[in-house]
């Protein structure tokens, strides 16, 4: 046997629910944006780190094969 929920009764619960889910979410927000923040920067410095290294210098190449007499 169902047993019965008044509307007004179900509509505060509901409410309650979504304020607590809210209030869960904005305070957890800047951890969540920091972290995405940090993992993009990494990511840019780990990208151009290994661009460096993949990317032959043409510099260097030249400066060392360069023989004074």
């Known amino acids: 046997m169902a047993i019965p929920i008044k509307e007004d009764e179900l509509g ?9 889910g809210l209030l869960k979410v904005g305070r957890s927000w800047p ?23 993949l990317t032959p210098s043409t510099s260097s190449v030249s400066q060392d094969s360069i023989i004074i007499c």
């Not at 920067?41 to 290294?53: F, H, I, P, S």
């Open 12 to 20: 505060k619960r509901w409410d309650r629910c979504i304020a607590d």
């Open 31 to 53: 951890i969540i944006t920091g972290t995405g923040f940090g993992l993009g920067l990494a990511y840019g410095n780990c990208e151009r780190q290994l661009r460096d290294v």
